[in-house]
């Protein structure tokens, strides 16, 4: 009897697949070698051991990260930084005052860039409360309040007083009794400190822009010795040039083996020990700059003459020209491009690193960072970052049109 | 004019791209160099001017040894041996003049070229060779914005500004089409009749058959033909080509 697949009435699961296509989805389903799965496993479970081994030994802790009361200070200074400030100066206001009598308005004196000294009410009774209000001086500055007899007589300090945060003060005294005070009409000198001038260019500023200038000329120095040095070296270190005798091929060795450890000591390393070997400053920051770039530099000219076409070379050396005049006239037209473009980048990239050798006593702006930072200065060390960031990234830009122009 | 004596070119490992091969070329002669690729043509017209270096045999320049020439006098020998390439092989980002004048690198001392010092003669020779072929009025272009057959013909003015006794090509035309195939052939064919003596590798008979004056074919290294043009026939093209080949025409 047939026996029927599926139920006759009502609607039922997706109908079964024709045999063809089952077996060929079976069919082309890759079989695995079991030992490259097990290969496959091993793999993954050194990996998330390795990586479960890193996140121990580094000691990755998010939430030291997101931690506000070591991160709050600076990143509040970054967003305030020291750009402008005034000078400041002693000023002197000076306001009537009735001794004795009852009034109902207030005294207000005015300094010469917006400061305002408030007395209120502008003349009292022994035991009136009078209240001494001013604005527009420097923040947190000491000042004397001094009151001058009538006449022109005794000259007393009258209170001590500090300015906030903000440069305002208010202050309320119960007014003396007429024996210290006796009625008549005193002045009283209010003597303080407060910002006078137009707003300039602060310290800070004038040292780092000094600094950033320093620093881009050692990175034009490191980058011109460097590349002055490299050039020559990088023929030697080229495979298809260097490849014919045995003494070619052992100083293209030589030349590798030099590229090699110039460039995998760091900068800041170098930076270190040339400020041992010739003292802090920027000299120490150039000769840490032109060891690293000899390094890398020579490795990627000579990569770029390894890159080159051989059809002209072999047509010049056919003509009947000598070695040299082969390299002149066959290698270097068309490695050209290549060494500028390289050379632009790596000026790019020592312009970064000129403003870090400071940090190790290489000279430049680096030095005027890490100053402030152990200082605490961190609005100091704010202005010295932006200056930082938007210098770089306008030579980053600066140097982009320059390679797109000449290349 | 030249004599190859008992050429062998043998690689480490054993191969040997040319064995014993032996030929005289006469003054004049447009000689054309068949056979499959990998059959020792590149080969052989790169031992003539040593830039492979040959294992055995000896290669005469009007009885000046080729083969034994060092330093200077290999310098000196190259100079009188022009070659064309199948990729041109010209300085890309060089101007045709550049290109030309490069040239008669052979005729300066080291410190000449350093200045760039040709002498006012060679810019005479350049002019003329560039009119030559026909591309006296793109001189100041940049090389690798030229098609490719007048790339070729810029690479047979350099040739021609070394004032060669023998001019070696090796498959000029391979990258080209046919027409312009035709044009720089026949540049050279205008070149051999003013005098000089041509070694041309080709890959279609047809093109052998119309420019050589003699034909010369090698299969595995080996000689396996030397005559006329006409003396191919359907077995001798079997013989060197193989048997399954077909001729293809090229018009």
Redesign the interface.
């Known amino acids: 009897m047939a026996t029927r697949v599926g139920s006759p009435a009502g609607p039922s699961s997706a109908p079964p697949q024709p045999a063809g296509v089952r077996s060929a989805r079976a069919e082309l389903a890759r079989r695995e070698d079991p030992r490259r799965r097990l290969l496959r496993l091993l793999s993954v479970l050194i990996a998330f051991g390795v990586f479960v081994l890193g996140w121990r030994v580094t000691d990755i802790d998010l939430g030291k990260l997101a931690n506000a009361s070591n991160a709050g200070p600076i990143l509040k200074a970054l967003v305030a930084p020291d750009i402008l400030s005034r000078d400041n100066s002693q000023i002197e206001l000076q306001a009537p005052f009735e001794s004795g009598a009852t009034a109902s308005d207030t005294t207000l004196a005015s300094g010469p860039t917006g400061q305002t000294f408030r007395i209120t009410p502008a003349g009292a009774q022994p035991g009136q409360t009078v209240t001494f209000e001013g604005a527009g001086f420097e923040p947190n500055a000491d000042g004397d309040l001094r009151v001058v007899f009538p006449g022109g007589g005794r000259d007393l300090r009258f209170t001590r007083l500090t300015t906030d945060s903000r440069g305002a003060f208010h202050e309320e005294r119960q007014w003396p009794d007429a024996a210290t005070l006796p009625p008549g009409t005193y002045t009283f000198r209010l003597i303080l400190n407060a910002p006078v001038g137009s707003p300039h260019l602060s310290d800070t500023m004038n040292s780092s822009l000094g600094r950033m200038g320093e620093t881009i000329l050692l990175a034009l120095m490191g980058t011109l010795f460097g590349v002055i040095i490299s050039v020559p070296l990088s023929f030697l270190g080229a495979r298809n040039l260097m490849g014919g005798s045995a003494v070619g091929q052992a100083i293209y060795w030589c030349m590798r083996l030099l590229f090699t450890i110039t460039r995998s000591i760091e900068v800041l390393i170098v930076g270190l020990i040339m400020v041992v070997i010739v003292g802090i400053g920027s000299y120490a920051g150039v000769l840490a700059l032109v060891v690293h770039s000899v390094g890398s530099l020579g490795k990627l000219y000579s990569e770029a003459i390894e890159s080159i076409?051989p059809?002209?070379v072999?047509?010049?050396?056919?003509?009947?020209?000598?070695r040299?005049?082969t390299v002149?006239?066959?290698v270097i037209?068309?490695i050209?491009?290549e060494f500028l473009a390289v050379t632009i980048f790596w000026w790019d990239h020592n312009v970064r690193m000129s403003t870090v050798i400071g940090l190790v006593g290489g000279g430049g702006i680096g030095y005027l960072l890490i100053q402030y930072i152990n200082l605490l200065q961190y609005n100091q060390a704010a202005t010295v970052l932006w200056m930082i960031v938007i210098v770089v990234t306008a030579m980053d830009y600066a140097s982009a049109r320059i390679r797109a122009r000449l290349v | 004019m030249l004599r190859i004596e008992h050429l062998v070119k043998e690689y480490p490992g054993g191969v040997r791209a040319l064995d014993d091969v032996s030929l005289t070329v006469r003054d004049g002669e447009f000689v054309v160099l068949i056979g499959l690729s990998g059959s020792g043509k590149s080969t052989l017209l790169r031992c003539i001017n040593r830039l492979l270096e040959p294992t055995a045999g000896r290669i005469l320049l009007d009885d000046l040894d080729i083969t034994a020439a060092r330093g200077a006098a290999l310098r000196t020998v190259r100079r009188s041996i022009g070659m064309i390439f199948q990729q041109f092989n010209l300085v890309k980002r060089s101007s045709v003049l550049t290109n030309v004048l490069t040239g008669r690198l052979g005729y300066l001392s080291p410190w000449q070229s350093l200045v760039g010092h040709y002498a006012e003669q060679d810019y005479l020779r350049a002019l003329v060779n560039v009119q030559r072929v026909g591309l006296r009025e793109r001189v100041h272009q940049r090389a690798d914005r030229l098609s490719g057959g007048q790339q070729q013909r810029v690479a047979i003015a350099r040739a021609l500004m070394q004032e060669p006794k023998l001019m070696l090509a090796d498959e000029p035309v391979a990258s080209l089409d046919p027409a312009t195939s035709h044009s720089v052939l026949k540049y050279l064919q205008q070149i051999n009749r003013d005098g000089m003596t041509v070694i041309c590798s080709l890959h279609f008979l047809s093109l052998a058959r119309t420019y050589g004056t003699r034909v010369i074919a090698l299969k595995g290294g080996r000689l396996m033909f030397d005559g006329l043009p006409s003396e191919i026939d359907e077995r001798r093209f079997q013989d060197i080509y193989g048997e399954e080949a077909v001729e293809v025409e090229i018009h």
Not at chain 1, 314 to 319: G, H, N, R, V
């Open positions: 076409e059809g002209p072999e047509a010049i050396t056919a003509t009947g020209a000598g040299f005049q002149l006239f066959g037209p068309q050209i491009p």
